[in-house]
């Protein structure tokens, strides 16, 4: 019986660099191509692990092919790589010696490192709805802003926001039409689009995130996104709080809109004003109040409960 593997994959639009944590294995260059690729996942011992960084879309297929074939994947967050090169002295930086990093990485730390799985169809159009509208709105604020301060392009601008309008419009309506096509996901779409401050745009953003990676706590939820604050003391020292940021920062953003409209409600507001007279400032009282958004999000789509204002007021 052969031994598992520690592999590493670089992964570009063309090619894939596999190297492994054994020195005796050779680092390999393979077309990213769904033939040669799983020639050589099939030629790998059972139980093998192989880890690559999220590139957007080209990792998607390497890592699809390698899970059915029974293989353990990580997608690893490339922060989390560079700073892992930095800690191991690394001195330079190609394609061969970033796969083997990873080899190695994946060899270290398996063991406290989440195997990767592949979304559904409709987990994957609904994710990338959600990113898609979320740059959109943002060339949207951009083009807003650099256009609005001149009144001979007024007319134009309001014809290039019209247009940037009826995109996002039928964005929402594809995405509105995948969640009705399920009775169980529009059910759960319906419970999250009624928590107040959230409504349709945030309810698909916390949808594909719920549905795609049910997780067993509601910190659990708010630390994936990145909420989370992270702790910065040593000795008698106690530094400021900061948020990780590791998650979607879509979905961040989606987050804190709703915080920023739901500090203005009667269910949400008394949340907000308890966190500014405990001196916060307004954007760390935002950042609390869509931390319990967050929170609520989980609760109702994990438990299939309706939103009780009366559970926000007791907490």
């Given at each position: 019986m052969q031994t598992p593997l520690d592999i590493g994959a670089d992964v570009s639009k063309d090619h894939v660099i596999v190297a492994c944590a054994k020195q005796s294995f050779p680092t390999r260059k393979l077309l990213n191509q769904r033939a040669e690729?799983?020639?050589?996942?099939?030629?790998l011992p059972a139980g093998s692990r192989i880890g690559m960084e999220a590139t957007g879309c080209y990792h998607e297929l390497l890592a699809s092919?390698?899970?059915?074939?029974?293989?353990?994947?990580?997608?690893?967050?490339?922060?989390?790589?560079?700073?892992y090169a930095k800690a191991t002295g690394q001195r330079g930086k190609t394609d061969r010696v970033d796969a083997a990093l990873i080899a190695r990485y994946v060899a270290k730390e398996h063991t406290e490192l989440h195997a990767w799985f592949p979304p559904s169809p409709v987990q994957r159009q609904l994710q990338s709805l959600t990113r898609r509208r979320g740059k959109l709105t943002g060339a949207r604020a951009t083009l807003r802003s650099t256009l609005g301060a001149l009144?001979?392009?007024?007319?134009?601008?309001?014809?290039?926001?019209?247009q940037f309008d009826a995109i996002i419009t039928k964005l929402d309506a594809q995405a509105r039409k995948l969640i009705q096509a399920c009775p169980e996901r529009g059910q759960a779409f319906e419970r999250l689009d009624a928590i107040p401050a959230v409504g349709p745009t945030v309810g698909v953003g916390l949808l594909a995130a719920l549905e795609r990676w049910p997780l067993?706590?509601?910190?659990?939820?708010?630390?994936f996104i990145g909420m989370d604050p992270r702790a910065n003391d040593s000795g008698t020292k106690t530094g400021r709080r900061r948020l990780s940021k590791r998650g979607d920062p879509e979905l961040r953003r989606l987050l804190y809109n709703a915080a920023m409209s739901g500090s203005r409600t009667r269910v949400w507001r008394p949340v907000y004003e308890r966190a500014r007279a405990n001196g916060l400032t307004r954007v760390e009282a935002l950042v609390v109040l869509a931390r319990q958004i967050a929170r609520t999000a989980w609760s109702i789509y994990t438990h299939k409960t309706d939103f009780d204002p009366a559970r926000v007021h007791a907490a």
């Open positions: 690729l799983s020639a050589w996942l099939k030629g092919l390698a899970q059915r074939l029974g293989l353990v994947v990580y997608v690893l967050n490339p922060k989390d790589v560079y700073h009144p001979a392009l007024r007319g134009e601008l309001r014809v290039m926001l019209e067993p706590r509601a910190d659990a939820f708010v630390a």
